[in-house]
C-alpha cells in the first residue's frame, strides 16, 4: 500500500529546543518534499530533496534544515525552534517523472510556546 | 518565477449550486503539469485532478478541468456541489525535471464551504 508516514502526529515544544520531524515512504520516490501550512498562505515549500544527499532549498528554508540518508527517510530539523515556526507540516513524495503528482502525509502539527 | 494564483479565500454555495473555483499561474515551461488536490481536516492532501494538455477537459470524482495555456488558467468545476464536497482546495503546478528543480508551487488555496 502507497504511503507517506509522518512522525510525530502532534508535538510541543518550548521555544529554543531542539525539533525532529520524521517523513517515511514505501514506494522508492526519488523526489520528497516538506511543507508547511499557515491559514492564508497556503502550503509553502521548506526543502526539496532529489535523492540521498540532494537537498535544494525551497521558497522558505531559513531556520529549516533536511536530512535524506536513506531515499525512503527524509527529516526536518529545527534548531533552537522559535514561536513563528508553530504550524503543521506535511511531507510528500513522488517519483521524478513530472507527470506523477506528489503524494503527501497526514502532517505533523508543531506548536513551539 | 513561478507562482500559481487562487485569489478566492473563501467560497460559500448552496448544495446543489455549481462550483467553479478559480486557478491562474505563471511559467516559462510549456510542459509543466497543474494539479488540483483536495484536503479535508486532518487528513492528507490528496490527489483530484491533473493536466498538462492544452484545451483539453480532465475530470474525476464529478469534479472536471481545462487547462488553458492561452489564459494560463486551470479552474475547478463541477456542475451540484455537495455538502461533502467542503474542503480545502490547492492548485498546484509542477516544474519538470529538465527545468532545473521539480518543483510543486502551490496556490494559497481555496476554502469550499457548501451549505444546506
Known amino acids: 500500500d502507497m504511503k507517506v508516514t509522518q512522525m510525530p502526529r502532534y508535538l510541543i515544544k518550548r521555544m529554543g529546543e531542539n525539533v525532529l520531524l520524521e517523513c517515511g515512504q514505501d514506494m522508492s520516490h526519488e523526489t520528497m518534499y516538506w511543507y508547511r501550512q499557515d491559514p492564508g498562505l497556503g502550503l509553502q515549500l521548506i526543502y526539496i530533496s532529489y535523492d540521498v544527499d540532494s537537498n535544494s532549498e525551497g521558497d522558505i528554508p531559513k531556520g529549516y534544515r533536511v536530512s535524506r540518508k536513506k531515499r525512503e527517510h527524509f527529516s526536518l530539523i529545527l534548531d533552537s525552534a522559535k514561536t513563528n515556526q508553530t504550524s503543521v507540516y506535511f511531507c510528500?513524495?513522488?517519483?521524478?517523472?513530472?507527470?506523477?503528482?506528489?503524494?503527501f502525509g497526514e502532517g505533523t502539527r508543531l506548536s513551539v510556546l | 518565477g513561478d507562482s500559481v494564483t487562487q485569489k478566492e479565500g473563501l467560497v460559500t454555495l448552496t448544495e446543489g449550486l455549481p462550483v467553479m473555483l478559480n486557478c491562474t499561474y505563471q511559467?516559462?515551461?510549456?510542459?509543466?503539469?497543474l494539479f488540483w488536490y483536495v484536503h479535508y481536516l486532518n487528513e492528507s492532501p490528496r490527489l483530484l485532478l491533473k493536466?498538462?494538455?492544452?484545451?483539453k477537459r480532465t475530470e474525476h470524482q464529478g469534479f472536471h478541468a481545462t487547462l488553458h495555456k492561452s489564459s494560463s488558467s486551470f479552474h475547478l468545476q463541477k456542475s451540484s456541489a455537495q455538502l461533502s464536497d467542503s474542503a480545502l482546495y490547492y492548485c498546484?503546478?509542477?516544474?519538470?525535471?529538465?527545468?532545473?528543480?521539480?518543483?510543486?508551487?502551490f496556490g494559497q488555496g481555496t476554502v469550499l464551504s457548501v451549505i444546506p
Open positions: 511559467t516559462i515551461y510549456s510542459n509543466a503539469f
Open positions: 510528500a513524495s513522488s517519483p521524478r517523472q513530472n507527470n506523477q503528482a506528489p503524494l
Open positions: 498546484a503546478l509542477r516544474i519538470p525535471p529538465e527545468g532545473g528543480n521539480n518543483k510543486l508551487t
Open positions: 493536466s498538462s494538455t492544452d484545451n
